[in-house]
């Protein structure tokens, strides 16, 4: 059974800070996804990660897949009202071959 | 493009009830998901489907019941509905076994 942890569970900061979100798994995983969800909707996919050490970009957010394939972070630069939200890491582990979640990391940034 | 579409948004039901949450996708996905979300505790996964008339158990099976008769359709089935089933239920889609998922905008139900 893989052991999945997101940190931190809550976090509140103020307009223009940064922020990290760790993933940590207990097992190597084949890829990973990050999906963001707003109050009252589902998860909506913001990237996958497939290559140990791969970064990537999507605007003010920055995604790394760890060199051991057994952790990610979402580092997000000068967060706006608009990054709030619950932000979850899924990977994808060969054994089983469904996505596992995370319990979320709840992000709130006042304005 | 509709996309994944669950229908009821909201629900209540009583002890002992049954009901069956609705779940439809037109992107022509093979791969269909039920999963639950309660607070602090992430995405469970109750159900999954790889395709027309195959169906799998997930994490958390128990108490409900699905069916896969078409690619379109995945309905989530509450036989006897109790207290700890009263969560928001999301139906999800993807086109493979590793691609990103697409999710519906959830049903909120409440057993009392």
């Known amino acids: 059974t893989q052991l999945l942890e997101q940190s931190p569970q809550f976090l509140s900061i103020q307009e223009g800070e940064n922020l990290t979100v760790y993933c940590n798994s207990s097992s190597v995983f084949s890829s990973l996804q990050w999906y963001r969800q707003e109050p009252g909707e589902g998860p909506v996919l913001l990237v996958t990660v497939v290559t140990g050490g791969e970064v990537k970009k999507l605007k003010r957010l920055t995604f790394q897949f760890g060199d051991a394939r057994k952790d990610s972070s979402l580092h997000i630069t000068a967060a706006q009202p608009g990054d709030t939200g619950l932000y979850l890491c899924?990977?994808?582990?060969?054994?089983?071959?469904?996505?596992?979640f995370g319990q979320g990391t709840e992000l709130s940034v006042k304005p | 493009n509709a996309g994944v579409t669950q229908t009821p948004k909201f629900r209540i039901l009583k002890i002992g009830q049954s009901m069956t949450l609705q779940c439809t996708q037109d992107?022509?996905?093979?791969?269909m998901y039920w999963y639950r979300q309660d607070p602090g505790m992430g995405l469970k996964l109750i159900y999954y489907?790889?395709?027309?008339?195959?169906?799998d158990k997930g994490e958390v099976p128990n108490g409900y019941n699905v069916s896969r008769s078409t690619t379109e359709d995945f309905p989530l089935r509450l036989e006897l509905a109790a207290p700890s089933q009263t969560s928001v239920y999301f139906c999800a889609s993807s086109y493979r076994q590793v691609g990103g998922y697409t999710f519906g905008s959830g049903t909120r139900l409440t057993v009392v």
């Open positions: 899924a990977p994808f582990y060969n054994q089983g071959g469904k996505l596992i």
């Open positions: 489907s790889v395709g027309a008339g195959i169906t």
């Open positions: 992107m022509n996905h093979n791969y």
